[in-house]
C-alpha cells in the first residue's frame, strides 16, 4: 500500500503563488506516476498536472499550462506543484493521486493511490 499526504496549500490573493508537495509513503517502488487533481464545490474532480517518475514527462490541464509546474524530486520520494498567478477559479481542493502504471493521464480512475487533499483559496 502506498500513503500519500499533500501540503502547502492555504490563502492567497489573486496573482500570487502557492507551491503544494505531496510525500508518499509505503510501498513507494510501486509508484511510476504521479499527477494533481483539483475539486471546487460543486464540481467534478478534475485533472491539473502529471508526471512520470523515471522519464519525467509531463502534462497539464489547459486551464493551468504556462503558470503551474510539477516536478519531482528525487528517489520517489516528493512530487511538487508549483502555482503561479493564481487565479479566483483555481480555488479548490487539490488533491495527489499516484499510479503504479507509467503513463501519463487525465483520469482520475486511472490511479491507485489518493491522498485526503489540501484546500486552496485565492481570493480576488
Known amino acids: 500500500q502506498v500513503q500519500l499526504v499533500e501540503s502547502g496549500g492555504g490563502l492567497v490573493q489573486a496573482g500570487g503563488s502557492l507551491r503544494l508537495s505531496c510525500a508518499p509513503s509505503g510501498r513507494t517502488e510501486t509508484i511510476f506516476a504521479m499527477g494533481w487533481f483539483r475539486q471546487a464545490p460543486g464540481k467534478e474532480r478534475e485533472f491539473v498536472a502529471a508526471?512520470?517518475?523515471?522519464?519525467?514527462?509531463?502534462d497539464y490541464a489547459d486551464s493551468v499550462k504556462g503558470r503551474f509546474t510539477i516536478s519531482r524530486g528525487n528517489a520517489r520520494n516528493t512530487v511538487y506543484l508549483q502555482m503561479n498567478n493564481l487565479k479566483p477559479e483555481d480555488t479548490a481542493v487539490y488533491y495527489c493521486?499516484?499510479?503504479?502504471?507509467?503513463?501519463?493521464?487525465?483520469?482520475?480512475?486511472?490511479?491507485?493511490?489518493w491522498g485526503k487533499g489540501t484546500l486552496v483559496t485565492v481570493s480576488s
Open positions: 508526471i512520470t517518475w523515471t522519464g519525467g514527462s509531463t
Open positions: 493521486a499516484a499510479d503504479r502504471v507509467e503513463i501519463i493521464s487525465p483520469h482520475r480512475f486511472d490511479y491507485d493511490y
